[in-house]
């Protein structure tokens, strides 16, 4: 199973990666993690990427096309991956034809502008495993601490006011028309992402059924 989560930033596609993972075992691969993990390592991506990120810019297409290719060909990702965050423009679910992919479903995350400032701004994301809570509406049992791993709970510097704002701008911009991309090939599913996470996640599962 070769999934495509899409959805503006804040819409849920990483919480709901995380059950459709559970569920079926597929790997969930974020180009958004993988960024965040060379801006720590310093690598020549991380050190190209920061200040992108950090603006709530878009990484260069040739960049996340690289890290993906790289990534897609790891031998977890031979039953089927889930996509979370890739592709988020035409040049990049164009690459990922080129390199002979065939997707089964793209689910789209339907949320609200009005709602994603909440959603962010109490984010939280382990620093350890990624694992990302919200401070109202998905606490961690254990405070600060991740609930799976004791890591230590950060919000991330993209997480706030300013930036957000220019991460819908780039999403409505840029991104949002993937939902017609995939909607052209019969693949595309809507999800209403404004309900509680359970609701959403007992459609995202009937919907791969
Ligand atoms: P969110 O979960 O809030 O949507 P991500 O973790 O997916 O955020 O992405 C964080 C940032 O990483 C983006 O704002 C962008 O700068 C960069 N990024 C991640 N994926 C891509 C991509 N496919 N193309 C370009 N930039 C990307
Ligand atoms: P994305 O991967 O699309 O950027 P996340 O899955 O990281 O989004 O979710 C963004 C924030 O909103 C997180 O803090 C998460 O815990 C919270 N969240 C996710 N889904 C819901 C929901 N249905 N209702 C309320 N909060 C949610
Ligand atoms: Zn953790």
């Given at each position: ?16 990666a995380a059950?459709?993972c ?17 801006i720590?390592?310093?690598t ?5 990427a920061?200040?992108?990120i ?9 960049v ?5 290719k ?5 031998p977890?990702c ?7 965050g890739?592709?988020?423009?035409i ?8 390199m002979?992919?065939?997707i ?20 939280r ?5 990624g694992?990302?809570?919200?401070v ?12 799976k791993c004791?890591?230590a ?6 997480d ?11 999403y409505?911009?840029?991104t ?10 019969g693949k595309?599913?809507?999800i ?11 459609d995202?599962?009937d919907s791969?059924d």
């Amino acid at each position: 199973m070769k999934l495509i989560m899409l959805g503006a930033p804040g819409a849920g596609k990483g919480t709901q990666a995380a059950k459709i993972c559970e569920k079926y075992n597929i790997p969930t691969i974020s180009t958004g993690a993988i960024i965040r993990n060379a801006i720590r390592n310093a690598t020549d991506i991380g050190k190209q990427a920061k200040s992108l990120i950090d603006k709530g810019l878009l990484v260069p297409d040739e960049v996340v096309i690289g890290i993906i290719k790289e990534r897609l060909a790891e031998p977890d990702c031979k039953n089927g991956f889930i996509l979370d965050g890739f592709p988020r423009t035409i040049a990049q679910a164009e690459a990922l034809e080129t390199m002979g992919i065939s997707i089964d479903k793209a689910l789209s995350i339907e949320v609200p502008d009005e709602v994603i400032l909440d959603r962010l701004g109490g984010r939280r994301e382990c620093s350890e495993c990624g694992a990302t809570y919200h401070v109202h509406f998905n606490p961690s049992k254990d405070g600060d601490k991740c609930e799976k791993c004791g890591g230590a709970l950060i919000t991330r510097p993209d997480d706030c006011e300013e930036t957000i704002m220019s991460r819908l701008k780039v999403y409505h911009e840029t991104t949002e028309v993937l939902k017609e991309f995939y909607e052209n090939k019969g693949k595309l599913v809507k999800i209403d992402g404004d309900r509680d996470v359970e609701e959403i996640t007992k459609d995202v599962l009937d919907s791969l059924d």
